[in-house]
């Protein structure tokens, strides 16, 4: 039912005058609060994020939440390689902070081809600098009432938490109040904001609220797929040792995230990985902070690289962050009829998630051996069992 109505109110949206477009969110208009650009003076995080970023670009998905279920299957592999600490670079959106709760780096980049993406993050610093825990933040984001007794939720179970946002419909005021909270936050953050980007966060989050957790990525401009996970099933996943390893499964990992974004250190950057200067900017920044990275996750942005002709403009980026013999690439391949199955495939995945150490990747491409992208998600990857 939530679907039709939030179908209907997109199809009155793309009838409405433009001057009139900026009051609609979700299923629930809103009369948009700012009258202009909403610039703070600048701070140490927004002029490192204005540092880092480049123009951005356009890809045809609103990429809300992951559609890899398979995300969590390279985690043991990782545990075995101890990769940990030093900096984490990844795109899209909260599936990162999983593979940032179990790697436990310094300090993080966000680094996305979408505008969106930045605004997203804001969205959810905004809300972990709001929330005490676990229980709170979901239900900020998916504008239900905070639970009574909010510090005994510190020990329940995340089967307990889902169970209980379940359990009470959305609330429009509960939405209203938050929106207006969180753009207050992300305005204070110093990056410069407009009246566009904060109707887009406060869309964004009407997309959690009205569709909570059985919100699903989506494909823009092509159909999307039936099999793509929903963020009920992405919080409940289990890594390939049968346990429950996403960021809200454990207090413990949620407070590491938060403490991180509390100290300005998951910073999201505008770029385009093949580009010229966003991520050997971060490049840069690791070494001048005495780090090296210790996690590349690049989903399946290869792919769309590779059919692009910019695949070798990333990799000649790659090879110049610093790294050691611990430093992995995380990469996601899509299986589909028509293509090739890989040895790491597990049954009743559509994706495969695909790990290798930064170095073996930098040597092959050295030597040429990467001319196809299958030769780019079968050599050299490391066994997950």
């Not at 927004?46 to 670009?57: F, H």
């Not at 605004?119 to 676990?134: G, T």
């Not at 005495?290 to 590349?296: A, H, I, K, Y």
């Not at 070798?312 to 790294?323: G, I, W």
């Amino acid at each position: 039912m939530l679907r039709s109505v939030f179908a209907l109110s997109l199809l009155l949206f793309a009838l409405q005058p433009a001057c009139v477009r900026s009051e609609a969110v979700g299923e629930w208009p809103i009369v948009s609060e700012a009258g202009g650009t909403v610039a703070q003076a600048d701070s140490s995080f927004a002029t490192l994020v204005a540092k880092l970023s480049e123009p951005g670009g356009y890809f045809d998905s609103d990429n809300l939440v992951s559609n890899e279920l398979s995300y969590e299957h390279v985690l043991g592999a990782m545990r075995r390689l101890k990769v940990t600490g030093g900096a984490y670079i990844g795109v899209g959106p909260d599936q990162n902070y999983t593979y940032i709760a179990k790697v436990r780096p310094k300090i993080a980049y966000m680094i996305d081809l979408r505008r969106d993406n930045l605004l997203q993050h804001l969205l959810y610093k905004a809300l972990f600098d709001m929330s005490r825990n676990r229980a709170e933040y979901l239900a900020l984001l998916l504008a239900r009432p905070v639970p009574t007794s909010l510090a005994s939720w510190d020990r329940r179970g995340i089967d307990q938490i889902i169970a209980y946002i379940d359990s009470v419909p959305p609330r429009r005021e509960l939405y209203d109040s938050t929106r207006v909270a969180v753009a207050t936050k992300a305005a204070s953050y110093g990056i410069p904001l407009d009246a566009h980007d904060l109707e887009t966060i406060g869309r964004i989050h009407g997309r959690f609220a009205t569709s909570g957790l059985d919100l699903q990525y989506e494909s823009l401009n092509r159909p999307s797929r039936r099999n793509y996970p929903t963020f009920r099933e992405l919080i409940l996943e289990r890594d390939l040792d049968g346990s429950q390893s996403n960021y809200f499964v454990s207090e413990d990992d949620f407070q590491f995230v938060k403490s991180l974004h509390a100290k300005n250190l998951i910073v999201p950057v505008v770029g385009n990985l093949a580009g010229s200067h966003a991520l050997r900017a971060v490049g840069r920044d690791i070494v001048a902070r005495g780090e090296r990275v210790s996690t590349l996750y690049v989903s399946n942005v290869e792919f769309y690289l590779m059919r692009e002709g910019t695949f070798e403009a990333f990799a000649d980026n790659v090879k110049t962050l610093p790294r050691n013999e611990r430093s992995v690439i995380i990469r996601s391949y899509f299986n589909g009829p028509y293509t090739y199955g890989h040895p790491q495939w597990v049954p009743g995945y559509f994706s495969t998630q695909i790990l290798q150490t930064l170095e073996s990747m930098v040597t092959e491409y050295t030597k040429g051996g990467y001319p196809t992208y299958l030769d780019l998600v079968t050599k050299h990857s490391l066994p997950l069992r």
